[in-house]
């Protein structure tokens, strides 16, 4: 993992160049290699905390194209594993960020077949020797991993500029246009010392262009979206490439294998992804919740060392070291003290666990640097706990952590995904839902019932009809309205902003934003629990958990965190399989034990029949069960949380107001702080902040519509403060 920034001169299609007095060519603004030099290494030392160890720039003779790479030391930690990267006789050039896996058969393959000559022993290196080899998009196939790449071609007859993203989007890349000049970076401070100015996109931020498709909270900055890949050349200027999708299997399909098949199918996958991901010159953690994720992960790495005897990283050791994060015992959300099941699972695998805790204090002491790295708001204080405990690996001396993102975005862990795979049977294998059609909508309608009781205790954006037809190219699917509760509402907005945007349909942003052929196949060929899962990883998975509690809360303690559930080949191999072994039904009254749930798990006792009726993440519930407990093995899921809710006054008998009451102190705490970090002419968001919100306004059930306005509006400030954005 590392920074890198680019600048390419960019003449557009239909561009002129005109001729100066001294018949030289004239581009636009001229800038001299020395000038540009300087203004990538200012690059960066905005975002040195990608990579400490190390810097580097490369510059054309002529200033049209610069790149900068600062360097977070994985594999080869000599200097030749040092970046930009060029090849043989310099005419191609790259800065990577990110790993590529398995490269030590790559590297093989490209020596003894295509007499390709490395100059270091890293992964990075691969990318230049595979673009040499098989040119774009050629390459993209053998690449395995998370990456973000820039690589400039300078041979004759093939000169262009690529930038890259990888298929899921776990390294981010945005780009701007500054004059005649593309500017690409991993974050948009980056930016700011090549010519960029910030500001914020208000038609984004309201319509929910940030979350679901290639724009960002600032003006005129976008991302390279996951899969895709940009092309820059002279006369053509900019395009843009896709070269990877996730894709299902139709639903008419009848499914040919047997469960033990898809299981021990799964299995493999899993183990071979985490096998690949052990790979590094430096020693490698896990983070370890109370959830089955991160479990498996510390289980199979754990099983992998002891009797494979795979390094667990450069550590010869079978103890791999696990992180988890910690709140107070009365918050009720603390998986480590009152279920006691991470201690449980360090216990059976014989795993240290390290422990941050994160208490209201430290939550707003980090909100605001938590903000200023994750460059966009967020819906609750998730992102500033995983802020938080990714500067406990940093302080134990390693570099590397693996985990558990991705799993429930493919194997359906999440609630909301219950009355998406209940819409439609399930013909590709033999199960009673597809035979009883009563059963199966009575289920539904508890489910939706329950989504729709959650999010409106949440204070989030709702739509009162999902027959109005807006959603009919999606088959009538709730997901894009259940996308938009990780939006502002409007009425958290300043009164003239809320009267811009009034009787705007956010769910047809989430329309847009996907593809006629993509719309085709959820209409007639995918499930609807597939489509769902498509639309979510496409909007909150890419734009916001991946980011906000994944590579900026991480890379802003320079860890690189691997993430074996979104390794490509295991996601296709899960895309493949029926809905049905992904959401399991049980019919009541089975007396076997396999889901109960025997913890002191909240959300779970308080589920909805349909929920109590279906255990999520099946196939890998089964897949994984060698490696984990079979207290977890049972256990139904409590997603990684920090408490959001503000109380009042004394705890009343119900868990649920107990929670809330031992973080009474937020309010004033965040309040506070939003004042004192960043109360200066937003202009988003009405005068006062959420220092307007009086205590009763925090209690009870519309705390969690608060606490969202906080997150929201806070990061807002804290990213406008810290980087200077106009509105």
């Known amino acids: 993992m590392c920074g890198i920034v680019a600048s390419c001169r960019c003449l557009r299609a239909g561009q002129k160049t005109t001729a100066n007095g001294d018949g030289s060519v004239n581009h636009g603004i001229e ?125 004759p007859g093939s000169q262009r500029v690529i930038a890259v993203r990888d298929r899921f989007g776990i390294k981010p890349l945005v780009w701007t246009m500054v004059s005649d000049r593309v500017v690409l970076a991993p974050e948009a401070k980056a930016l700011k010392p090549l010519g960029w100015q910030p500001e914020w996109d208000v038609q984004s931020i309201t319509d929910s262009g940030w979350l679901v498709d290639e724009r960002t909270v600032f003006k005129n900055v976008q991302s390279v979206k996951p899969g895709h890949w940009m092309e820059i050349t002279d006369g053509r200027g900019i395009q843009m490439h896709q070269y990877w999708d996730s894709n299902f299997q139709a639903k008419t399909k009848v499914e040919t294998r047997s469960i033990e098949e898809m299981v021990q199918g799964v299995r493999e996958q899993l183990v071979n992804a985490i096998r690949l991901r052990m790979r590094a010159d430096v020693p490698i953690g896990v983070y370890l919740s109370g959830g089955i994720d991160s479990s498996a992960i510390a289980g199979i790495v754990t099983h992998l060392a002891r009797t494979e005897n795979v390094k667990i990283g450069s550590d010869k050791a079978t103890r791999v070291a696990c992180f988890s994060v910690q709140f107070p015992e009365a918050s009720g959300y603390d998986e480590s003290t009152i279920t006691g099941i991470a201690d449980r699972t360090a216990k059976w695998l014989g795993v240290e666990v390290h422990r941050r805790i994160v208490d209201e204090q430290r939550l707003a002491d980090d909100f605001v640097d938590a903000a200023y790295h994750n460059e966009q708001h967020h819906m609750d204080l998730n992102s500033v706990a995983k802020f938080a405990l990714s500067s406990l690996p940093r302080q134990q001396g390693l570099k590397v952590v693996l985990t558990g993102e991705g799993s429930d975005e493919h194997f359906a862990g999440y609630a909301f995904l219950t009355h998406q795979f209940l819409y439609e049977p399930d013909l590709a294998i033999p199960n009673i839902l597809a035979d009883d059609t009563e059963l199966r909508v009575s289920l539904q309608t508890s489910a939706i019932n329950e989504w729709h009781a959650v999010r409106a205790n949440d204070g989030s954006r709702t739509y009162d009809g999902f027959d109005d037809g807006v959603l009919e190219p999606v088959n009538g699917s709730t997901m894009p309205a259940t996308i938009q509760a990780w939006n502002p509402v409007s009425t958290l907005y300043s009164p003239w902003l809320q009267q811009q945007v009034q009787g705007y349909d956010t769910r047809k942003t989430v329309l847009s934003s996907i593809s006629p052929d993509v719309l085709l196949k959820m209409k007639d060929q995918w499930h609807h629990l597939h489509a769902g899962l498509y639309m979510w990883q496409k909007s909150v998975l890419e734009n916001t958990l991946l980011t906000c509690e994944g590579d900026r809360a991480e890379m802003s303690h320079s860890i690189e965190t691997r993430t074996p559930f979104l390794d490509h080949s295991l996601t296709e191999y899960v895309n493949s399989l029926p809905p049905s072994v992904k959401l399991r039904y049980k019919p009541p009254n089975r007396d076997d034990g396999d889901d109960e749930d025997s913890t002191s798990n909240f959300r779970w006792k308080n589920a909805s029949a349909a929920r109590r009726a279906i255990t999520e993440k099946w196939i890998l519930r089964e897949a994984v069960r060698p490696f984990v407990t079979d207290e977890l093995y049972r256990r139904r899921k409590f997603p990684f949380s920090a408490p959001t809710k503000v109380a009042q006054g004394r705890a009343s008998a119900s868990h649920v107001q107990a929670t809330t009451d031992a973080w009474g102190r937020r309010g004033a705490g965040i309040r506070g702080l939003c004042r004192r970090r960043g109360g200066h002419g937003f202009g988003l968001w009405p005068d006062g902040g959420p220092s307007r919100v009086s205590d009763p306004q925090l209690h009870g059930r519309v705390g969690g519509h608060w606490t969202e306005a906080w997150c929201q509006e806070g990061d807002g400030r804290g990213v406008e403060f810290e980087l200077g954005v106009a509105v």
């Open 31 to 155: 800038i001299s290699p020395q000038q540009l030099s300087q203004q990538l290494h200012q690059g960066l030392d905005a975002i040195i905390h990608r990579g400490p160890d190390g810097s580097g720039t490369w510059v054309s003779h002529d200033g049209s194209i610069g790149l900068g790479h600062c360097r977070l030391s994985i594999n080869d930690l000599s200097p030749s594993g040092a970046q930009p990267i060029h090849n043989a006789n310099d005419s191609i050039h790259a800065v990577v960020n990110g790993e590529i896996y398995d490269f030590d058969r790559l590297r093989d393959v490209c020596t003894s077949k295509h007499g390709y000559r490395f100059t270091g022993h890293s992964d990075s290196e691969l990318v230049v020797a595979l673009y040499q080899i098989h040119g774009a998009p050629g390459l993209f196939e053998h690449l395995r991993g998370e990456f973000a790449f820039v690589l400039v071609d300078q041979r």
